[in-house]
């Protein structure tokens, strides 16, 4: 028999180890067939809240924040990438020309965006903007809170231009973003990626698809036994 279950993921676009997670989350999805059906949604969380509107250097971010040499901080990517190819997703540039510096950017206004996604084409379309935003930060370069990419980015992923100019601009989403980030604290989630099953359960960080599936078991039987 196959049971309903919700998985909701705090995360930020600018989180390496939040495309990796979900890529093998999946994974374990897939080897769940048949007994799962997932709901995905997905819940903002701000790594640097008060990144300034130009970004910063993603090399000078490391070094400033957790105090990495240029090479520590390249040989971190390096293993990061190796993982992301085991997971299914590349880092690598696929924009033209010579790639351009990577950079983080302030992600309040794309956490806006997903907001309204969920709230109004669902979880499915929420997750094609978030995959779509991925894709732009860390294979196109592109600069995701700049309101005109933003806008590309919504469109890129099938949801109608209009809206997105709209939700851009309302302030009651930024009132519930800034909401979805305290729940986050409330529930004690300080990094990302943080997956909550059925509202109850947690695991934390990028797990290997074989730990989601057990985790996922588990949660079934609890709530099974619950139910008994």
């Known amino acids: 028999m196959t049971r309903p279950i919700t998985i909701d993921i705090w995360s930020d676009v600018m989180c ?12 374990g999805l897939a080897l769940l067939d048949g007994e799962v059906a997932a709901q995905v949604r997905w819940h903002a969380f701000e790594l640097n809240p008060a990144m300034p509107r130009e970004g910063e250097d993603s090399v000078e971010h490391i070094a400033r924040k957790y105090g990495r040499t240029p090479e520590q901080a390249a040989a971190g990517r390096a293993q990061m990438s190796e993982i992301a190819q085991r997971a299914g997703y590349s880092f690598a540039y696929t924009g033209e020309g010579e790639p351009p510096p990577q950079r983080l950017w302030n992600t309040f206004a794309a956490h806006k965006l997903l907001t309204h996604a969920l709230a ?3 979880a499915e379309a929420q997750t094609r903007l978030k995959l779509a935003l991925f894709d732009a ?3 196109q370069r592109r600069d995701v809170s700049d309101e005109s990419e933003l806008t590309k980015v919504w469109e890129s992923a099938g949801l109608p231009r209009h809206e997105a100019e709209v ?3 309302d302030p009651v989403l930024g009132e519930r973003v800034r909401a979805e980030q305290a729940r986050a604290w409330d529930m004690n989630i ?7 099953i059925n509202g109850k359960y947690m695991i934390p960080g990028a797990q290997e698809p074989e730990t989601y599936v057990n985790a996922i078991r588990r949660v079934l039987a609890k709530d099974a036994e619950a139910a008994a």
């Open 190 to 196: 300080s990094a990302v990626p943080a997956m909550v």
């Open 120 to 122: 109004a084409h669902g």
């Open 167 to 169: 939700a851009l601009a």
């Open 16 to 27: 390496p180890w939040c495309i990796i997670g979900f890529k093998q989350l999946e994974k």
């Open 137 to 139: 930060h860390f294979q």
